[in-house]
Structures are given as structure tokens and as C-alpha cells.
């Protein structure tokens, strides 16, 4: 049954967000291909529904969408490959301390938590780490410093009563295609 309600959601979606011409648009354009609409739904028995579905709407919805391009560069000129990328980039510091050692290792990982709770958009961006006797918090993967610099001042607007410990700071950054 969440199949076929999965189908004919898909189908609906489909229909619904292709523009439907009016006789006027279909006059003015013709070299475009005209999209028909779903013309009949109906409930039959057992609760089977059956949609008469036009061959060039099925067309659409069997066609893959065309792949994006996936390579972007860097400030080097250098091309970014399909896959795992680590590059020269820029991440936000939250946090770096060493002082008080027994409580270091929970302050910073409380840090990153109430980050990751209110932005999630940072989740699998947030690296704690130690270098002894310092331990580190960071946020992102920044390839350029004005992208740096937006989410800083996001993260400070967010957390005023340690935004005068954030700073960015150059990183080995990933960069996933």
C-alpha cells in the first residue's frame, strides 16, 4: 500500500510542478513540446486506484534528470575530482583552551553539541581535537575566507557569551564531490 501511495505521489508531484500551457502560450510556442495533464483517476474495487497517466509525462518521470557539473575551483585554478578532496581552506574556532585539564575534554565536546544542536546545518562539520595540552574546537569547511567570515558572524550572533573567542583560522578542509 506505501508503495502505490509512493507512486502516485511521485506521479501527482510530477504533473503538478510541469506548466501547464493554455491555448494561447501553446499558439505562441510551438516548437516547445506540449505536457498533458493526468486526464482520469478512479478508485476501483479493493481499493486499487487507476491513473490513465499521457506516454509523454510517464517519459518524464522515467528520464533521469541531467547530472550537474560537478567541478569547482578553487582559488588556485586547481580542479576538485569526484570523491574525498582535502584542501587549503578556513574553518571557524570556537574553541581552544588548557586550562583546568580534568574538565578540558567535556567543555569542548559541550561546545560542539549545543553548535550542532542549534545549527545543523554544521552536523559532520564539527572537529573537537586535542593537540597537549590544548584542546580544540572547529567548525566548517570554508574554501574561501568570506564564507568563513558569514558563518563567524552567525556563530557569534548565536553564542554571544563566548563570541569573543571564535576567530578563523587556515585548515586542511574536506571537500566531498
Given at each position: ?75 588556485k585554478h586547481s580542479t576538485l575530482k569526484p570523491g574525498i578532496n582535502r584542501i587549503k581552506g578556513f574553518r571557524v574556532q570556537v574553541f581552544a583552551d588548557g586550562r583546568n ?77
Amino acid at each position: 500500500m506505501r508503495f502505490k501511495a509512493l507512486i502516485i505521489t511521485g506521479i501527482l508531484a510530477a504533473a503538478i510542478s510541469q506548466p501547464l500551457m493554455t491555448a494561447a502560450q501553446s499558439a505562441s510556442s510551438a516548437s516547445e513540446p506540449q505536457i498533458n495533464a493526468i486526464e482520469k483517476i478512479t478508485e476501483e474495487s479493493e481499493g486499487n486506484i487507476m491513473i490513465d497517466v499521457p506516454n509523454d509525462i510517464l517519459q518524464l518521470l522515467i528520464t533521469p534528470p541531467a547530472a550537474p557539473q560537478r567541478n569547482v575551483q578553487t582559488k588556485k585554478h586547481s580542479t576538485l575530482k569526484p570523491g574525498i578532496n582535502r584542501i587549503k581552506g578556513f574553518r571557524v574556532q570556537v574553541f581552544a583552551d588548557g586550562r583546568n585539564q580534568s574538565t578540558l575534554e567535556s567543555r569542548v565536546k559541550m561546545r560542539a553539541n549545543a553548535i550542532s544542536a542549534r545549527f545543523p546545518k554544521y552536523r559532520g562539520q564539527i572537529y573537537t581535537f586535542s593537540n597537549s595540552p590544548n584542546w580544540y574546537c572547529r567548525v566548517g569547511n570554508f574554501q574561501t575566507q568570506q564564507e568563513a567570515s558569514a558563518a563567524l558572524a552567525e556563530l557569534k550572533r548565536a553564542f554571544p557569551a563566548f563570541a569573543g573567542e571564535m576567530r578563523i583560522v587556515n585548515s586542511q578542509i574536506v571537500v566531498i564531490l
